[in-house]
């Protein structure tokens, strides 16, 4: 592996551990010796990488440190072209611009070759073939980064309405649907409403009482042990 390449890879590690992390782990990672793992990031350092840390006990890239997008590999960049041109066909129109307008500016910084390799349209995204949404689906992601309570008219898959105010966490995108995540006040419990069924929407510009990144745990601890009940029946 060239040298280039092999910070770029140590990067790369060290962006994936939020704690720090030993030159031991780091070097077994690379395939190189503790040693290498030593020099290149003291390299690193001195090329305006912000590494804290020290032998013995641990590395850690702190936040904030951005990869330039010329170093992308022809599979990054295809991984990033098939999920952008996916958002911009399966998504709302909102977040569709925002994946069109991200491609774009990665497609300003890339040399030449590859942002040729970006332009050719050799992976495709199939049209959608699931249900109209009528939904705001920027209220509901505006919602969950306020952590705001939203009151929901929802209707069921009998057809029956009703009058929801939930916490939303979590929005999924699925093949023939998407689904908000949220806690219902009605219910006193996690529910999942089909967006394609929420006939309207209306932010009540209220926090609701606990932090996001603790229900979406409890959420997925929740999920979890449901999967695994249906497993072992």
Known sequence: MARSDRLLELL??????????????LAEELGVSVRTVYRDIASLQLQGADISGEAGIGYQL????????????????????????????????????????ALAKVAAVLPD??????EDETLLVG??????????MGALRDAIRRQSKLELLYRDADGGDSRRVVWPFALGFFEKTQVLA???ELREDFRHFRCDRIRRCDSLDERYPRRRQALLKEWRLQLGIAVAACWTR
């Open 12 to 25: 790369q590690s060290l962006r994936r551990y939020r704690c720090p992390v030993t030159a031991q782990t």
């Open 62 to 101: 702190r936040p904030g440190f951005l990869l330039p997008p010329l170093m992308f590999a022809e599979e990054e960049i295809e991984a990033l072209v098939l999920g952008m041109r996916w958002v911009e066909k399966r998504a709302d129109s909102r977040l569709g611009r925002a994946a069109g307008n």
């Open 113 to 118: 070759d590859l942002r040729r390799r970006l």
């Open 127 to 136: 049209p959608a073939a699931a249900p109209a949404i009528t939904v705001d």
């Open 182 to 184: 949220a806690w219902c």
